[in-house]
Structure formats: structure tokens, C-alpha cells
């Protein structure tokens, strides 16, 4: 009877998680040109958006485990939004955006920084580039995965004030 109760326990925790999960609520805030074009809520939890938006934060490109760690034949390319950013960007409720997978990464980080640092990065003679500016993206998605967001961008284009600065980050962290 014991394993019987405990086995409609886990059967119910798991179905409520389930039904929690279809709940969630996408978010958009009027700030945003983003047009969602697509809401999945079966197996996955995603959207995507048609549009562009402006986003200020920092391109974040680094070879996982470092440069020579060869494991890997292509880098990370991620955008970190500032604060501001984060609030304007569409995501699910409780889950908001923390950085953004970039698509077109080699091409992003050449419009970003030139072809020096990204040659410099793609030779791995450095570990990691970074660049903080003002970055216009398409093709945005947003999801949930592992309890966690996800979201995903083309950079189209980049305006880099001050292209010696860059913003301190802690390595992005996924699951």
C-alpha cells in the first residue's frame, strides 16, 4: 500500500510539473519591436520573434576550457545585456533573458571588434574577446531548458563606442 501512495505521489509531482510547465506565461514587454511569430508549448517550451531590437550590453566570445582546449573547433559567441536590455527583451515568466547565444558568431565578432581580434581569437592565440556596445539582433528565440532560459540571436549590426573598453564578466555559465 506504502509504494502504491508513493508512486501516486510521484505520478501527480510530475503531471503538475508538466501542467505548471504549458502555464508559463511569455512575457513581452511593450518596449519591444519584437513580433512573436511562433509559441511551442508542447515538449519544449520556446518563442520566436520576427523583427529587430536594439540591445546595450557585451559580445562575449571564448573558447570553452580555453584556447587550447581542442576539444571544441569553434568558440562561444554570447551577448550579455545590460539591465536595461534584460527588461526590454521578451522571455517566459521567471525566466528572464541572461545572455544570448549568437548565431553568426565569427561574423558578429569580425563586425564588433575587426578582423584582427577575430582572427587573433579564431588562431587561438587568445582565449576570450570582448566587446561593449549597442547591437542590433533578428531572429530572436527565447526558451526554457534544463530550468533554465535560453535564448538565441543574428547580430546584424554593432556600434562600439570605445572599442578599448569592455565591460568585466564573470565566465557564462550553462547548463
Known amino acids: 500500500m506504502m509504494r502504491v501512495s508513493i508512486a501516486f505521489a510521484v505520478l501527480t509531482l510530475l503531471a503538475n510539473s508538466a501542467v505548471a510547465e504549458h502555464k508559463i506565461a511569455l512575457v513581452q514587454p511593450k518596449t519591444t519591436d519584437l513580433v512573436?511569430?511562433?509559441v511551442v508549448r508542447e515538449n519544449d517550451l520556446y518563442a520566436e520573434f520576427r523583427g529587430t531590437t536594439r540591445i546595450t550590453g557585451t559580445?562575449?566570445?571564448e573558447w570553452a576550457g580555453g584556447r587550447k582546449n581542442l576539444n571544441y573547433k569553434e568558440p562561444d559567441y554570447s551577448l550579455v545585456p545590460d539591465?536595461?536590455?534584460i527588461n526590454q527583451l521578451p522571455h517566459f515568466s521567471g525566466y528572464r533573458v541572461r545572455f544570448?547565444?549568437?548565431q553568426n558568431g565569427r561574423e558578429a565578432l569580425t563586425l564588433a571588434a575587426g578582423?584582427?581580434?577575430s582572427n587573433r581569437l579564431l588562431e587561438r592565440k587568445i582565449?576570450?574577446?570582448t566587446v561593449t556596445g549597442v547591437f542590433d539582433v533578428s531572429n530572436f528565440a527565447v526558451g526554457i531548458e534544463c530550468d533554465a532560459s535560453w535564448?538565441?540571436?543574428t547580430l546584424v549590426s554593432?556600434?562600439?563606442p570605445n572599442p578599448k573598453y569592455a565591460a568585466k564578466l564573470p565566465p557564462i555559465e550553462t547548463c
Open 127 to 129: 582565449s576570450r574577446a
Open 59 to 61: 559580445l562575449v566570445a
Open 100 to 102: 544570448i547565444e549568437i
Open 151 to 153: 535564448a538565441k540571436a
Open 158 to 160: 554593432a556600434r562600439i
Open 115 to 117: 578582423n584582427a581580434v
Open 36 to 38: 512573436v511569430a511562433k
Open 83 to 85: 539591465a536595461e536590455s
